[in-house]
């Protein structure tokens, strides 16, 4: 037998979507989180976690699909800041968040559109790391 325990449950997290928040997946060690619905305008929101333990958004949120965005995969942290999205508009879409330039904020940027399928993809994820990206 082993005892768990945790400094603080949970923390309440206001996100921008309008719509139901279809998933919401930490980075490998639980810094960062992302979150992605169906909504209006789907899109992505990627969080932080500051020194007090507060989730703040970092980013604006961005565009990421033309349909509800169902599931989002952080790669490994050796290949950088990673996400693939996967949405019922049958894409898969790859981004990679790139410093900021000059005082600006950090941006996410697409680095690839995976476009094959005929019907809307439900789940995505990375390879394990060592298989590479």
């Known amino acids: ?9 949970a923390n309440l997290i206001n996100t ?20 992605c619905s169906a909504d ?3 899109r992505i929101e990627v969080y932080d976690k500051d020194n007090a333990g507060q989730w703040t958004i970092r ?18 942290p050796r290949f950088g800041q990673i996400i693939a999205s996967c949405s019922d508009d049958t894409s898969v879409e790859i981004w990679e968040e790139l410093d900021a330039i000059s005082g600006s904020q950090p ?3 697409k680095r690839a559109t995976l476009s094959d399928a005929r019907k809307p993809i439900k789940d995505v994820a990375f390879c394990p790391s060592h298989l590479g990206l």
């Not at 279809?22 to 992302?34: C, E, M, P, T, Y």
């Not at 980013?59 to 490994?76: D, G, R, V, Y």
């Open 1 to 9: 037998f082993f005892v768990v325990r945790f400094q603080k449950m």
């Open 16 to 35: 921008s979507h309008t719509g139901y928040v279809k998933d919401v997946q930490f980075n490998h060690d639980g810094q960062r989180l992302a979150t």
């Open 40 to 42: 209006s305008r789907p």
């Open 59 to 76: 980013h604006l949120p961005w565009s990421a699909h033309e349909q509800t965005i169902n599931k989002l995969c952080w790669a490994h």
């Open 107 to 109: 941006k996410w940027h």
